[in-house]
């Protein structure tokens, strides 16, 4: 009996063995499942985020070719006056950097990322293909007009396409930092919306900041994994609004609470408006590289020995030379040199205009505005050299304008609104002209006319030469007298 239970046991034994190495495969072969869908699906991520970024690279380059084409093709096809052209292409810009606000915002409330980054490049393509036909040659045999790069082969349906284009382009055309920002958000997983008490924090906190002694500063730390910030000097009146109140008269007013993190983000929001006046003044200075700059090069001796160069290869050269300023500047020099580089752009080009202006004189071809100006086109270079130093400093500043204590959900919002106001300039520069224009009248004669040649805009910028000068002088009084409350902060305690 004996052998038989052992044997039976024996038996037993490898079958058990077998079965458990079922369970235990089975189980193996699960997990290997789970984690090569995983694997998977990270790579599908990964392939689609990155799709998105090469993507959005791609049609940003192809954004950028259009437009500093744009001015000479208005005064040369459609024969628009100089200020004209200027003004539709400056519009049209600072529009495009407007709306990656509005754009942000729907993508935080209405819809993904993904569904608003299609519908972009989709309202952007058909933007582009209505500005090609816009063109006289392209669209003449169904509108019946002539084909001919004149104003008169011009009729009211290119017209209409042609705007049309433009807004389309101008809300389609892709932002790559705003992608960037969306995915990093994604990435580290705090895409928080702000309640509806946040959206109103500033005003609440400015009426809460009227009246009472600031004694007591309220801040509920006890809440996990919530942001806020430390107290810090300067604007004392906002720490009004932090003031505990009794329980009744807390009760009764709940406009009068405010806790350190409400005044010290609405603190930086405050602080942060010069640099919004530089962004702005920058935007004015960039407004004039793919205008008036263009309009220069265009009448100008571009030949190199035994080659002509195009008009777009001081635009071309000024991205390559942007790209490798991104990758070179270092923060605390792109902060402080932004302006500067807007005062030397300036101040340079205002003496190749003048010199320019000299060259049509002494060859009389002030009322030749087709006439070739025996004057080479690499004069130009110098300007466009420092106006790609004041983009890449530009960008630069905005990334690293806001300090890490924000959290990233809003400090995106910010980068925006940087961003909007360099728009908000280059829009501005519309009003500027206008203004300088209509001032100058008062010494003579106006410093805009038809033509470029007729026109003075050395003088335009020599003005706003010295209008970034006394931006300097601001910003430098501002900072210091940051520094001044800081340090008799420091002295008091």
């Known amino acids: 009996m004996h052998l038989q239970l052992d044997d039976v046991q024996n038996a037993d034994v490898p079958v058990n063995i077998n079965e458990e190495e079922q369970i235990g495969g089975s189980m193996d072969d699960n997990a290997n499942n789970r984690a090569s869908k995983n694997q998977?699906?990270?790579?599908?991520?990964?392939?689609?985020?990155?799709?998105?970024?090469?993507?959005?690279?791609?049609?940003?380059?192809?954004?950028?070719?259009?437009?500093?084409?744009?001015?000479?093709?208005?005064?040369?096809?459609?024969?628009?006056?100089?200020?004209?052209?200027?003004?539709?292409?400056?519009?049209?810009?600072?529009?495009?950097?407007?709306?990656?606000i509005v754009v942000a915002y729907l993508s935080d409330t209405l819809m993904s990322i993904y569904p608003v980054h299609l519908m972009r490049t989709i309202v952007y393509t058909i933007g582009l293909g209505l500005l090609a036909m816009s063109i006289p040659s392209v669209f003449s045999k169904f509108t019946g007009t002539c084909s001919d790069d004149q104003p008169e082969c011009i009729g009211r349906t290119q017209l209409i396409m042609f705007f049309t284009s433009l807004a389309l382009m101008a809300v389609g055309i892709p932002d790559t930092k705003f992608l960037k920002t969306e995915l990093q958000l994604k990435k580290i997983k705090i895409h928080p919306k702000l309640p509806d008490s946040d959206k109103l924090s500033i005003i609440v906190l400015i009426i809460g900041a009227i009246g009472d002694d600031p004694a007591q500063l309220y801040e509920n730390i006890d809440q996990s994994n919530v942001h806020s910030l430390s107290h810090t000097p300067g604007l004392r009146w906002l720490d009004k609004a932090t003031i505990i109140l009794p329980n009744e008269s807390q009760?009764?007013?709940?406009?009068?609470?405010?806790?350190?993190?409400?005044?010290?983000?609405?603190?930086?929001?405050?602080?942060?408006?010069?640099?919004?006046?530089?962004?702005?003044?920058?935007?004015?200075?960039?407004?004039?590289?793919?205008?008036?700059?263009?309009?220069?090069?265009?009448?100008?001796?571009?030949?190199?020995?035994?080659?002509?160069?195009p008009i777009l290869f001081l635009p071309m050269l000024q991205e390559?030379?942007?790209?490798?300023?991104?990758?070179?500047?270092?923060?605390?020099?792109?902060?402080?040199?932004?302006?500067?580089?807007?005062?030397?752009?300036?101040?340079?080009?205002?003496?190749?205009?003048?010199?320019?202006?000299?060259?049509?004189?002494?060859?009389?071809?002030?009322?030749?505005?087709?006439?070739?100006?025996?004057?080479?086109?690499?004069?130009?270079?110098?300007?466009?050299?420092?106006?790609?130093?004041?983009?890449?400093?530009?960008?630069?500043?905005?990334?690293?304008?806001?300090?890490?204590?924000?959290?990233?959900?809003?400090?995106?919002y910010l980068i925006h609104f940087a961003h909007g106001a360099s728009g908000v300039g280059t829009v501005g520069g519309v009003l500027s002209v206008y203004v300088v224009g209509k001032i100058s009248e008062i010494g003579g004669k106006n410093w805009f006319q038809y033509t470029l040649n007729r026109s003075r805009l050395d003088r335009y910028y020599w003005t706003l030469s010295a209008l970034g000068a006394l931006n300097i002088i601001v910003s430098v009084l501002s900072s210091w007298k940051i520094v001044l409350q800081f340090l008799s902060y420091v002295g008091e305690s």
Not at 51 to 62: E, F, L, N
Not at 252 to 271: F, M, P
């Open 40 to 100: 998977e699906s990270k790579l599908a991520k990964a392939l689609a985020i990155y799709s998105t970024i090469a993507s959005m690279g791609i049609i940003t380059v192809m954004s950028s070719l259009p437009m500093p084409m744009m001015n000479t093709y208005l005064t040369n096809v459609w024969n628009l006056s100089l200020t004209n052209a200027a003004g539709i292409v400056n519009i049209w810009e600072g529009i495009s950097k407007i709306l990656p």
């Open 251 to 309: 009760k009764e007013n709940k406009w009068k609470l405010c806790t350190v993190t409400q005044v010290e983000e609405t603190k930086l929001v405050i602080r942060t408006i010069p640099m919004f006046i530089s962004f702005t003044f920058c935007g004015l200075v960039k407004s004039i590289g793919n205008t008036y700059f263009l309009e220069q090069a265009n009448n100008m001796n571009r030949k190199l020995g035994n080659l002509k160069l």
């Open 320 to 412: 390559l030379m942007k790209l490798y300023w991104e990758s070179t500047l270092k923060q605390r020099t792109a902060t402080y040199s932004v302006i500067v580089n807007s005062v030397v752009c300036c101040t340079i080009a205002a003496s190749v205009e003048r010199r320019r202006l000299h060259d049509v004189r002494r060859h009389d071809l002030l009322d030749y505005p087709e006439e070739e100006i025996p004057m080479s086109v690499l004069w130009l270079v110098p300007q466009f050299f420092f106006l790609s130093m004041l983009d890449s400093y530009l960008e630069k500043s905005v990334e690293n304008l806001f300090p890490d204590e924000i959290p990233l959900s809003r400090r995106k």
